[in-house]
């Protein structure tokens, strides 16, 4: 069994003061008065998604995720809606000006601009900034807003789930999440586990990076990401306060689960599938079954 002292180191989490601190300062340059995106009176948002953001980072987490988002204009889902109202919606709204690929390369002009062009790498599905002025590396998802429409009547009468999309720009592929749901829903979960459930995705993370380090699982099997949406679809019932029970509360309950049906943490997109975004059943089942042989082969690692 693991002890119960490598579940605590394993539960702490890393440091997150470098993880703001770079975010100001990106959002400071994109919002200046020479920003390119301000001469232009562009609406947009620039905030930390992945685990600085959700409070689940570990020592381990280096570079800080952000994101640079569109507002001024958004992408849509109108498939919800009824006939009538898909109408009302088309009769309402007007045809964008600007869309995301003019941000993206304002915004990459913005960056390049000010922190110089070696700094800024663009990569298939994000920017990497990588500057001796940032305590941390940023990888900045350039993206736009998007809203999956629930009802809408008119401009005043109208309900959807906020989101963003961005594109792979080597392949085209379109890209959606729900970060702020997902921050949010997440939020809801750990009161509800009485503040347990961040820090079992510090302690299943870390194993995560032992097994890495021992060459038991590959590098790409267990994004955390997906271990954070495998643990929200574990009953809150199961995080035990204490630390070794809780861990094979978790994993026996994972074992015998149906995970096939898991949701991501948004509570809107499914776990497991074909779309690259998501994580396949089998890669799944492969880290749960290598978390019940770190538990009972502790010793032999």
């Not at 490598?6 to 919002?31: C, F, H, I, P, Y």
């Not at 905030?47 to 800080?64: E, P, R, W």
């Not at 994000?126 to 736009?144: E, F, G, R």
């Not at 861990?247 to 049906?261: F, G, K, P, T």
Request: proline share 2%.
């Amino acid at each position: 069994m693991i002890p119960t002292s490598q579940l605590e180191t394993w539960s702490n989490s890393g440091a997150d003061d470098s993880a703001m601190k770079t975010q100001n300062r990106v959002r400071n340059v994109l919002k200046s008065d020479d920003s390119v995106l301000v001469e232009k009176e562009i609406d947009f948002d620039v905030f930390l998604q992945g685990s600085y953001k959700n409070s689940t980072n570990i020592y381990a987490d280096s570079d800080v995720d952000l994101v640079v988002k569109l507002n001024s204009t958004f992408k849509r889902d109108l498939s919800n809606l009824s006939a009538s109202q898909k109408s009302k919606y088309k009769d309402s709204m007007s045809k964008a000006s600007y869309d995301w690929e003019q941000f993206h390369e304002d915004v990459v002009e913005t960056l390049k601009d000010y922190y110089s062009i070696w700094s800024v790498s663009v990569e298939d599905r994000a920017l990497v900034l990588d500057s001796s002025s940032l305590p941390l590396t940023a990888d900045i998802v350039v993206s736009q807003q998007y809203r999956r429409y629930n009802r809408f009547r008119n401009m005043f009468n109208q309900s959807y789930d906020e989101g963003m999309v961005f594109w792979d720009v080597s392949t085209d592929e379109r890209m959606i999440s729900y970060p702020k749901i997902h921050y949010s829903n997440g939020a809801e979960k750990n009161g509800s586990t009485n503040g347990r459930f961040r820090e079992t995705i510090r302690i299943f993370k870390n194993a995560r990076s032992y097994l890495v380090s021992k060459d038991a699982i590959s590098e790409g099997l267990a994004p955390s990401y997906f271990i954070e949406c495998l643990l929200y679809n574990v009953p809150s019932k199961k995080y035990d306060y204490q630390l070794q029970n809780r861990y094979c509360s978790i994993v026996n309950w994972l074992v015998e689960a149906n995970i096939s049906s898991f949701e991501c943490q948004n509570g809107i997109q499914g776990l497991f599938g074909s779309d690259s975004i998501q994580w396949s059943v089998s890669d799944a089942r492969k880290f749960i079954q290598m978390l019940v042989d770190l538990w009972n082969n502790w010793y032999d690692y």
